[in-house]
């Protein structure tokens, strides 16, 4: 219980500070000048909440081409689950990876083997911190170009290093049947018979990852698609940068979306990256000289284009939990 406090209090204290810090920021710029500037995207902000699809149905497709053919679910299928995966990593604060969870539990749902949807989720995160690192020093590169500015540089490389350190440990370890290990642990931490299956299911667990590792077309496919995704997510900052009355340049907008989700992904604890993602599109901004309230007219139109993608997948998601849950209750009628 006192560990279950202690992450409900950081979770707390860390959307505190990024809500103070979003207040200061919005503050500083003007918060009559923000308000007139997203008024004036107007059209903008249903376009880029539905472009934001395209990036959704082509992760879609990554994760998609991890399964093997005798297992692999329909796309439209991975389409939705995805969808919703994305509404609850980005809108639940203390779910930032509760989402590919959810959409690994209803890809099992819904006819996947249990140990082949876990796994192809494990599989496709692993991979999309490698491509998101190649996609960030992508954006780094096309920033130093354009502006010459070198101050990212070093920040950026050694997040970079990091970040990837980190994906080749986890790939590693998964290599080395690292959910056996955890089975083992928590088996002899509980002394329980009835925990024992933990063992025997992250042997399972185990044994399918490192069989999708080895489908390397798979791999190769997803690593294709995934790039292709973030990059096509750059389409989003395009479309809002136009409908702000700013000149736009699609490497100023991959420049600026690379940036910014780095920046996102680094802040992963604060929920919503409230404040840090407000941060990020200004300090990037000013680089690319987009004024400061208009930077941060972006960033709220990223917000009010999650709420309007993610609310409808979550509601979606609830219909679907609460069915399964009244089929399972309600008796069923014998002949």
């Known amino acids: 219980m006192k560990a279950r406090w202690k992450i409900k209090l950081t979770i707390y204290l860390l959307g505190f500070g990024g809500a103070a810090l979003f207040t200061v920021l919005l503050i500083r710029q003007g918060a009559t000048s923000v308000g007139t500037a997203v008024a004036t995207a107007g059209w903008g902000i249903a376009a880029v909440a539905a472009f934001h699809f395209v990036p959704i149905f082509l992760d879609a497709i990554a994760w998609w081409v991890l399964f093997p053919r005798e297992q692999r679910p329909r796309w439209q299928s991975l389409l939705w689950m995805r969808w919703i995966g994305e509404a609850i990593s980005n809108l639940v604060p203390s779910a930032a990876v509760g989402g590919d969870i959810v959409r690994a539990r209803l890809a099992a749902i819904h006819g996947a083997p ?14 999309g911190i490698f491509t998101q690192v190649a996609f960030t020093l992508l954006g780094l590169a096309l920033l130093v170009s354009a502006t010459g500015h070198g101050s990212l540089v070093r920040p950026t490389l050694i997040g970079a290093l990091l970040g990837v350190a980190a994906a080749l440990g986890f790939f590693f370890a998964q290599r080395l049947g690292i959910f056996r290990f955890v089975g083992v642990v928590v088996t002899r931490l509980v002394k329980a018979p009835e925990w024992q299956s933990l063992v025997e299911h992250g042997e399972t667990l185990d044994r399918t990852v490192r069989t999708l590792y080895t489908r390397r077309r798979g791999m190769a496919a997803c690593c294709a698609w995934t790039i292709v995704s973030l990059v096509s997510s750059s389409g989003e900052i395009w479309i809002a940068l136009r409908a702000l009355g700013m000149p736009a ?15 996102r992904s680094a802040a992963f604890p604060v929920p919503g990256a409230l404040g840090v993602q407000e941060s990020g599109y200004l300090f990037v901004g000013n680089l690319l000289g987009i004024p400061g309230e208009t930077a941060f007219a972006i960033s709220l139109i990223a917000r009010v284009r999650d709420l309007a993608v993610g609310i409808p997948a979550l509601l979606t998601w609830q219909i679907i939990e609460g069915r399964r849950l009244w089929r399972a209750r309600t008796p069923r009628v014998s002949g």
């Open 249 to 263: 340049t699609f490497t100023n907008a991959l420049i600026l979306q690379s940036m910014v989700m780095t920046v």
């Open 114 to 127: 249990m140990a082949t949807a876990a796994a192809s989720v494990i599989v496709d995160i692993t991979l």
